[in-house]
T-cell receptor, first 113, second 111 residues
Framework: EAQVTQNPRYLITVTGKKLTVTCSQNMNHEYMSWYRQDPGLGLRQIYYSMNVEVTDKGDVPEGYKVSRKEKRNFPLILESPSPNQTSLYFC????????????FGQGTRLTVV | QKEVEQNSGPLSVPEGAIASLNCTYSDRVSQSFFWYRQYSGKSPELIMSIYSNGDKEDGRFTAQLNKASQYVSLLIRDSQPSDSATYLCATGGGATNKLIFGTGTLLAVQP
């Protein structure tokens, strides 16, 4: 089954404790991206990657890191989480190196206390 | 000015009616346009994509694009209570390689 898989689905952590949210897709898509969704602000792109070893900042990259060492994986790293990073996070992938039809993962609800 | 603008709603329509959702965008060189449906607490799901001016129909859904007016719309015919969700408009392939979303319109279909 074609899918984008995120883990974990839910996470409560403390300020400053490094964490990684994993994202994996099995559709051989080139384009992958991370979004955060907050009430009233909609979906905002954090980082995106057009292919292996090619990443770029989205609209809200501060406090986040990403890497794309393999085509299928695109982890999101929070080196020192803060409460303002409490949000619902989505990973998405698209065929080709451009943001065409995007398929989303199930989401990760992160709470930083 | 927001890059992609939508009325937040809620848009309330009776069951069986046509729901009309609208979206405007600011990047004149945007090449691709999408409508996603998002149920509360779930991930966005692509329902329509449109790349050229005019109408595109898929079942009960019709997407309309007018690049000159920088306007995209989604019509849902014979609306059902199961269509109640937030509808997100998105644009891509513009001046950047980003997929940019509006904040969504909440649709409520009343039985």
């Amino acid at each position: 089954e074609a899918q984008v898989t995120q883990n974990p689905r839910y996470l409560i952590t403390v300020t400053g404790k490094k964490l990684t949210v994993t994202c994996s897709q099995n559709m051989n898509h080139e384009y992958m991206s991370w979004y955060r969704q907050d009430p009233g602000l909609g979906l905002r792109q954090i980082y995106y990657s057009m292919n292996v070893e090619v990443t770029d900042k989205g609209d809200v990259p501060e406090g986040y890191k990403v890497s794309r060492k393999e085509k299928r994986n695109f982890p999101l790293i929070l080196e020192s989480p803060s409460p303002n990073q409490t949000s619902l996070y989505f990973c998405a992938s698209s065929l080709g190196g451009r943001p065409t039809e995007a398929f989303f993962g199930q989401g990760t609800r992160l709470t930083v206390v | 000015q927001k890059e992609v603008e939508q009325n937040s709603g809620p848009l309330s329509v009776p069951e069986g009616a046509i729901a009309s959702l609208n979206c405007t965008y600011s990047d004149r060189v945007s090449q691709s346009f999408f409508w996603y449906r998002q149920y509360s607490g779930k991930s966005p799901e692509l329902i329509m994509s449109i790349y050229s001016n005019g109408d595109k129909e898929d079942g009960r859904f019709t997407a309309q694009l007018n690049k000159a007016s920088q306007y995209v719309s989604l019509l849902i015919r014979d609306s059902q209570p199961s269509d109640s969700a937030t509808y997100l408009c998105a644009t891509g392939g513009g001046a950047t390689n980003k997929l940019i979303f509006g904040t969504g319109t909440l649709l409520a279909v009343q039985p």
